[in-house]
Structures are given as structure tokens and as C-alpha cells.
């Protein structure tokens, strides 16, 4: 069973910067996909960055010029760094990897955005 581990979140004043990490138990190398989504209470849980295997890294017109996802295949981790942070940002980030019709989810990393 592949196990995501994220972690890097915390409460941070508007304007701040994070990276989240999220450490995947075996290679990276096996998915087709990976990527991270966040969820604010009360709202659906919505991608906010892909990386597809030999794809175009894909973000939300949220957060474009703002998030940049990246991965470090020694380490089988992949990041989100996550810069000017709004209020409106704050969620739970959950990273995602995708091996075929496989799903495997982490258990998420709370990111608050406040004054």
C-alpha cells in the first residue's frame, strides 16, 4: 500500500510564503500523476497543481504565478511551494498520486492564512 506523508503546512500572515512536502513511501518514478488539491471547509476538494508523467505541470487560475509544484525523485518527494498567501487559501492540502486507476491520498496538511 503506498503511503503519502505530507507535511509543511501551518498558520502564516497574508502575504507569506510555505512548501509543503509530501513523501511518498516508494519511488515516484511509478506514477502517472501526482499532484496536490486543498479543501476548505465547506467547499469541494479542487486540484490545485498536476504534474502528469512526461505532461504539462497544470495549476488553478487561483493560484498560477503563485504556487509551484516540483518534485525531487532522489528524496520520492514532491513539493508546493506556495507564495503571496491569501485568506482565502487556507484549507487542507492533500497530496495525490496516481498509478493507472489507482488513487492513493495522504492525510492532508492544514495551511491558514491570517492577520
Known amino acids: 500500500q503506498v503511503q503519502l506523508v505530507e507535511s509543511g503546512g501551518g498558520l502564516v500572515q497574508p502575504g507569506g510564503s510555505l512548501r509543503l512536502s509530501c513523501a511518498a513511501s516508494?519511488?515516484?518514478?511509478?506514477?502517472?500523476?501526482m499532484g496536490w488539491y486543498r479543501q476548505a471547509p465547506g467547499k469541494q476538494r479542487e486540484l490545485v497543481a498536476g504534474?502528469?508523467?512526461?505532461?504539462?505541470?497544470n495549476y488553478a487560475d487561483s493560484v498560477k504565478d503563485r504556487f509551484t509544484i516540483s518534485r525531487a525523485n532522489a528524496k520520492n518527494t514532491v513539493y508546493l511551494q506556495i507564495n503571496s498567501l491569501k485568506p482565502e487559501d487556507t484549507a487542507v492540502y492533500y497530496c495525490?498520486?496516481?498509478?493507472?486507476?489507482?488513487?492513493?491520498w495522504g492525510q492532508g496538511t492544514q495551511v491558514t492564512v491570517s492577520s
Open positions: 495525490t498520486a496516481h498509478f493507472g486507476l489507482a488513487r492513493y
Open positions: 516508494e519511488s515516484i518514478f511509478r506514477f502517472n500523476f
Open positions: 504534474m502528469p508523467s512526461g505532461g504539462t505541470i
